[in-house]
């Protein structure tokens, strides 16, 4: 009975994993290439909305008992 390869199979995991570990940066890559201008700005000014308070620090619900 003919035994396993397990080098040649570790090997080949190993290079699927690379694979797509590269077409993720490129993907990334090109993403940031073809951002259009103007979106990083307004993901900053929807965080900063005035008309949302936040809770003060330490101010969480807490029975004083």
């Known amino acids: 009975m ?4 397990f080098q040649y199979e570790k090997r080949q995991r190993e290079l699927e994993k690379k694979r ?3 077409e993720k940066a490129k993907r990334k890559q090109e993403a940031k290439l ?3 201008p103007g979106e990083e700005g307004e993901a900053v ?8 308070e936040a809770e003060p ?3 969480g619900e807490r029975d004083p008992a």
């Open 57 to 59: 620090v330490g101010q």
């Open 2 to 5: 003919p035994r396993t390869n």
């Open 20 to 22: 797509k570990t590269d």
């Open 34 to 36: 073809h951002k259009p």
């Open 45 to 52: 000014e929807e965080a900063a909305d005035p008309q949302v």
